[in-house]
C-alpha cells in the first residue's frame, strides 16, 4: 500500500476531520481513507451528459407532464423592401 503525507492542513480542517472522524468511530487516517473512496467513486460515475445528470436529481421530485403545442405551417419571412 502507499503511503500519502499531506502538508500544511489548516488547523480548522484538521480539527473537522477529527470531529467527524470521531463521529464515524473512525481515526482521523481512516476517515481521509473514506473520504477519498467516496470522492474518487462518485467522480467516475458521473453522468455522460448534463440532461442525464439534471433528470436523475429531479426525478424524486415528480416529474412535469407539458402538453404538445399544435403544429403550425411554416410564416412566410416578412418583406424587407
Known amino acids: 500500500m502507499a503511503m500519502m503525507t499531506i502538508r500544511n492542513l489548516d488547523d480548522e480542517l484538521k480539527a473537522k476531520l477529527r470531529i467527524r472522524a470521531a463521529t464515524n468511530g473512525r481515526s482521523m487516517e481512516e476517515e481521509v481513507r473514506e473520504i477519498l473512496r467516496v470522492a474518487l467513486m462518485n467522480s467516475a460515475s458521473d453522468k455522460a451528459s448534463v440532461a442525464d445528470a439534471i433528470r436523475d436529481r429531479m426525478e424524486p ?3 412535469v407532464v407539458l ?3 399544435p ?3 411554416v410564416r412566410d419571412p ?3 423592401d
Open 61 to 63: 421530485l415528480g416529474g
Open 67 to 69: 402538453e404538445a403545442l
Open 71 to 73: 403544429r403550425e405551417p
Open 78 to 80: 416578412p418583406d424587407l
